[in-house]
């Protein structure tokens, strides 16, 4: 076809991701992660597991935790669920990819566009989260990840680096909404 | 202007200096002082009027329980009225003005109240403003709140942003005085996560307001060296100027942090109250102790206050409300207050004790077995009546008068939870039950343990006792030494014999006489007395005034005060600001929205938006010209019909559903057969409720053997998801399949119209063959568009026209529709909003939220035989009751006025032509209404009784509401290609 290829916008609306440093605290939309949802079929746990072991070199993670290798990370969401997450232009088809793997002992979809992806970092974010959700945040260790409620908006929320570096992950559709919380409580704490 | 009223020490910073006014004339303070102490400095006494009587009234108390000095603070958008002067600490520039007056403090001409008091006794309001109750709202109603003692509002948006967020901790330490420090410090040396939260901007409590309660060092020494090391302790978080105002299940408590409230504007961006959740394992409530009154005649003159707060003033803010004093007490600790005024230069013209064995003073007289029967001074107190021993009376003149009736522990959080408290003889007061939740525990005088070594023993020891539970040792910590006097008080709580009034709720103007007449009355029970008398409501909820009340029903009731009880205690503690609740949650923000990927380019067009949910849809789209939002929807609904439009129905629900028994399961979940479904096939399917109602309706798509994608309705897409998620977890465990709301992840368009598959072949990649033979009506399937972009298609119709629903990742949405508009221009395609859509499908005669609104069957909808008898499906069994399968209930119909000229609404009522217009002959009632531009009618959807049989005949509309009645024709709900030629063309 002659017609260019369609544009994405990001989750705020624009053509580039947005990154702001307010104090201490830098807020970056991640536009380049992709998410797969990984469900396992009735008894096919152990399969499961077995296909995806070479990909994530440990076992699916146990509720509460997050588990990375290479590229790809997985965090547990619900029982017998985990999300799937890797860079996006090495993973352009990501749910196809992981579909291809795991074939019938899971059930996988594309979450990529459901999530708006924030990467949050800075030397101390604890006064910053414990304004925003209700975790003890400052108890969360590297590997930790929990959904949580964010404004009324359910969110998930991976602990990378103890206080200092965490991935938020919440409704793309109110990605607006979660944006501006999130500035006017770094703003508050700035 | 001289402070004519400060003494010598305190706590306030003398290099400060502060200017501030009140009631529009400049005075001066310190740093450190609060309003209150201010003003008293300056020897301002009268501070404001009282509630009902607006009688002349001064500071009550030195904290938190103040009842009587209430002010408007700040000014401009940022004015609060209600503010109590004891806690407002003092700024550069505060404004103050006094509230309740008219129209000056000084010379007030509702004081008229005050003759009138005779009238105005308890239930006043009960038995006067009774008839005619249209006098409630528009004449009563304000009078009476102009003429009651509140402050105005702003009237404007609080220019202030509130915050709020969440802690967790091991010990949550409630109150900084000398038993909260001791507990916070062994808490924190043993290495719990300790929050320690006081609502004084200083740590301390009555260390600050009281001398020489430490021996081996000051108290300004121990809460330094304990200050500092808290604050080096990276496990314990300080909170000043916090207050805790409720106790929650598990462990949860409200705390209010008044981060900027001692400024006089918050810095930007920066909150000025934040409010906390705090989950903490174990709390220790050191909260303290409240002084209580002595009831007397006239004992509510500026000038009379507590003696424990004078000592505070003195102590700590070196200020006195007077250079004479008389105290009035029942025990040992007015002495105490006696003995540090004097010490401080004060004059103490006498100390009446109403104990006939009470300690004699050096330093000044003790008048023992008297007690204060009266006072006079307009304005502000001028001197006391004392009754001798003997019985004779003496006039003596003072400036003040500090009563000491004893004090209460604050053992309000403990009965947060339907805790009550227990009575203590040998203080004469209520105590926290200590097997009130395992949780929280009391110390120091909150606990009833009124010396400072008690206070700081309990502190230290409710902290390594909490700890214990937690399976943490806390080891015992050095403290200082400390008095350990006993407490002396012989329960006594108001004089008797007077004939005037004697106040017992300072705030509310309730006197011991309408405690009497409404015992008199009938009312007995404490909660009865404080709702007819308005004892213990507003802003101090009674904190100096229930006891004095208790007792005096203990005394009519023949009762002991135990017996009586207290009124439930309710959180908050204090009161708190409304903002705070609301916290960033305010204006547009007040809740989270959602935008559809086209959102942006709809700005841009001009739509006009409406909220579904949360959703922010496109509701029609003005063009240049187009004055009236039906001129918009007309074209929009034309041009749909004629040629091709584009709507986002990104914010329909999508449920993912996999698994090897996902088709067995939608057959169970949807009343009509599923398991049949070829893949590369869409059904329309509704599901029921289990009593058999219709719960919610939508599409499945097979896009495999074992994967589906269910639409719900916009509004229902949670409520479905979670019910598929009860029925997957709960009901069906051993069904193989996975649900997921993809919702989100995906922008979907309509593309509906004659035209719309020729605009779809534009983008469509020719790898895709969507002809009507290759991909007929409710076809679908996984396609590319646009040259590789993966996408969704589906052949599904709402309009009734040929129609597609494409779906392709939702960052794509944007550039997808300004695709589609482009490529469309061929054929005048336009986009359409949810009123456009909203009549196509009541042309159409679809089924929306109108009529599935819970009180639906399928057989109302002219679904009835599409709840399958062959298979088990939710909700089956109980729509086969009786009264839901009659022939004659209503049924969906289609309504078009007779003339013209008549617009029907949703919400009018049906009667057959003839009948009166009255409930009994109601045959059923209009649900969707619309004006169709292609019929050039307004047309209606109705519920009719036996509606399917009445095809033809003309119907009576009646709104009562809107006044109007009107002649309908009664005709099929498919205004529009009935036999559904035009969706499979």
């Known amino acids: 076809m002659s017609d260019p290829l369609l544009a994405p916008l990001t989750a705020l609306g624009m053509n580039a991701p947005m990154i702001e440093t307010i104090g201490g605290v830098t807020i970056g939309e991640n536009t380049s992660l992709a998410i797969a949802s990984l469900s396992a079929r009735k008894g096919k746990d152990q399969e499961l597991r077995a296909l995806i072991q070479p990909v994530l070199g440990d076992s699916l993670p146990q509720p509460g935790h997050a588990i990375g290798a290479r590229d790809v990370t997985a965090v547990w969401t619900g029982v017998d669920q985990w999300f799937l997450m890797a860079p996006l232009p090495e993973h352009p088809d990501f749910a196809a990819e992981i579909k291809a793997l795991v074939a019938d002992t899971a059930s996988v979809t594309e979450q990529t566009d459901g999530w708006v992806v924030f990467d949050i970092t800075g030397a101390n974010l604890i006064p910053l989260l414990e304004r925003l959700c209700s975790l003890d945040t400052k108890a969360m260790m590297a590997g930790d990840a929990t959904r949580c409620l964010i404004e009324h908006l359910g969110c998930l929320i991976l602990c990378r680096e103890s206080a200092r570096s965490f991935t938020l992950l919440g409704p793309r559709s109110s990605a607006a909404s979660l944006h501006h919380t999130l500035v006017t409580a770094a703003r508050s704490i700035a | 202007m001289s402070q004519k009223n400060r003494l010598g020490g305190g706590l306030i910073d003398r290099n400060q200096p502060l200017s501030f006014t009140f009631d529009g004339k400049s005075y001066s303070g310190f740093a450190g002082d609060t309003l209150a102490s201010a003003l008293l400095a300056n020897g301002v006494r009268l501070m404001g009027r009282s509630f009902k009587y607006h009688r002349p009234r001064g500071v009550f108390s030195a904290g938190s329980e103040e009842p009587n000095a209430l002010v408007e603070l700040r000014g401009g958008a940022r004015r609060e009225p209600n503010s109590r002067a004891t806690v407002a600490e003092l700024y550069d520039g505060l404004q103050a003005r006094s509230q309740n007056h008219f129209p000056s403090l000084t010379f007030d001409v509702l004081a008229i109240n005050d003759r009138l008091s005779a009238f105005l006794a308890a239930g006043f309001y009960y038995k006067t403003f009774m008839w005619p109750s249209a006098f409630w709202e528009k004449v009563y109603e304000p009078a009476i709140r102009r003429a009651a003692g509140l402050g105005r509002l702003s009237t404007e948006e609080d220019p202030d942003v509130y915050d709020k967020g969440f802690r967790h901790c091991d010990l949550l330490v409630i109150g900084a005085g000398p038993s909260g420090l001791a507990a916070a410090l062994t808490a924190g040396r043993a290495g719990a996560d300790v929050i320690l939260a006081d609502e004084d ?309 309730v006197t011991i006489k309408d405690i009497r007449l409404a015992h008199q009355e009938g009312f007995k029970s404490v909660e009865h007395v404080k709702r007819y008398t308005t004892l213990g409501m507003a802003t101090d909820q009674g904190k100096t005034a229930n006891i004095g009340a208790l007792a005096i029903i203990a005394e009519l009731e023949g009762k002991s005060l135990p017996e009586v009880g207290t009124t439930i205690f309710r959180p908050p503690y204090t009161p708190v600001t409304i903002g705070a609740f609301a916290g960033r949650s305010r204006g547009k923000e007040f809740r989270p929205r959602r935008l559809t990927p086209s959102h942006k380019w709809a700005e841009e067009q001009g739509a006009i938006f409406v909220e579904a949910g949360n959703w922010m849809r496109a509701q029609w789209f003005p063009l ?362």
């Open chain 2, 624 to 985: 240049d010209g187009e004055t009236h939002w039906r001129q918009s929807v007309d074209r929009e609904v034309l041009a749909v019909r004629k040629s091709v439009g584009i709507c986002d129905v990104t914010t329909l629900g999508k449920i993912d559903v996999q698994g090897a028994d996902a088709a067995e399961f939608l057959n169970h979940i949807y009343c009509n057969g599923f398991a049949k479904l070829p893949v590369g096939k869409t059904r329309y399917g509704l599901m029921l409720r289990e009593d058999g109602m219709a719960m919610d309706d939508g599409t499945a798509a097979r896009l495999a053997e074992d994967h589906f994608i269910v639409t719900t309705t916009t509004a229902n897409a949670v409520s479905v998801f979670r019910h598929m998620e009860f029925c997957r977890q709960c009901l069906w465990p051993g069904l193989d399949v996975q649900l997921i709301s993809t919702t989100e992840a995906w922008a979907q368009f309509a593309v509906a119209g004659p035209n719309s598959r020729k605009l779809l072949q534009k983008i469509v990649d020719p790898a895709h063959d969507i002809s009507n033979e290759a991909f007929p009506y409710m076809a679908c399937g996984e396609i590319t568009i646009c040259g590789g972009l993966r996408a969704r298609l589906f052949r599904i119709s709402f309009s009734g026209e040929l129609a597609y629903e494409i779906a392709v990742p939702a960052r794509y949405g944007d550039a997808l529709i300004r695709r589609l508009m482009d490529a469309g221009e061929e054929f005048d395609v336009v986009p359409y909003g949810t009123e456009a859509l909203s009549v196509l499908r009541i042309e159409k005669g679809h089924a929306a939220g109108n009529e599935l609104n819970g009180q639906s069957t399928a057989a109302m909808l002219g679904m009835g035989r599409m709840v399958s008898q062959t298979k088990d499906s939710i909700g089956r069994i109980l729509a086969g009751r009786p009264h839901l399968i009659r022939e004659d209930d209503y049924r969906l119909v289609g309504l078009v006025p007779v003339k013209p000229e008549d617009t029907l609404l949703s919400g009018a009522h049906l009667m057959t032509v003839g009948e009166a217009a009255i409930a009994q002959n109601d045959q059923g009632w209009v649900t969707s209404a619309a004006y169709s531009p292609h019929l050039k009618s307004s047309i209606g959807l109705a519920f009719l009784k036996s509606g399917d049989k009445r095809h033809g005949e003309v119907i009576r509309v009646v709104n009562p509401l809107g006044g109007s009645e009107f002649d309908a024709t009664v005709s099929s709900p498919h205004f529009i290609d009935p036999e559904g030629e035009r969706l499979r063309v």
């Open chain 2, 201 to 509: 901007f200083m740590p301390g409590g009555r260390l600050l307001a009281d001398a020489g309660l430490l021996s081996d060092q000051t108290a300004d020494s121990w809460i330094g060296k304990v200050r500092g090391e808290l604050a080096s302790l990276p496990n314990v978080r300080v909170m000043p100027r916090t207050t805790i105002f409720g106790m929650y299940d598990h462990g949860t408590f409200g705390a209010i942090e008044r981060a900027a409230d001692h400024l006089s504007e918050p810095p930007a961006d920066k909150p000025r109250q934040i409010l906390w959740r705090i989950y903490a394992k174990r709390a220790l409530l050191a909260a303290g102790a409240t002084e209580r009154p002595i009831g007397f005649e006239n004992n509510d003159r500026p000038g009379i206050m507590l003696a424990g707060a004078m000592r505070a003033f003195a102590n700590r803010w070196a200020v006195t409300a007077a250079k004479d004093v008389v105290i009035f007490t029942n025990n040992d600790d007015g002495h105490r207050t006696a003995r540090d005024l004097a010490a401080k230069g004060v004059r103490i013209s006498a100390l009446v004790d109403c104990r006939a064995d009470a300690p004699a003073s050096a330093d000044f007289e003790v008048l023992k077995g008297a007690e204060v029967v009266d006072s006079r001074g307009r304005l502000g107190l001028k001197s006391v009546k004392v009754r001798l021993q003997g019985g004779s009376t003496r006039e003596i003149a003072c400036g003040a008068l500090g009563v000491a009736g004893g004090w209460n522990p604050n053992v309000h959080l403990t009965c947060h939870k339907r805790g009550r408290p227990a009575w203590d003889a040998a203080i004469s007061a209520f105590v926290p039950d200590p097997n009130v939740d395992p949780l929280l525990r009391a110390a120091g005088a909150a606990a009833g343990i009124f010396s400072t070594h008690g206070a700081l023993q309990s502190g230290m020891q409710g902290a390594i006792d909490a700890l214990a539970d937690l399976g943490r040792r806390a080891g015992p910590i050095p403290l200082p030494t400390a008095e350990d006097a006993p407490v002396n008080v012989a329960p006594f709580w108001h004089v008797t014999g007077g004939k005037g009034r004697a106040w017992l709720d300072l705030q509310n103007d």
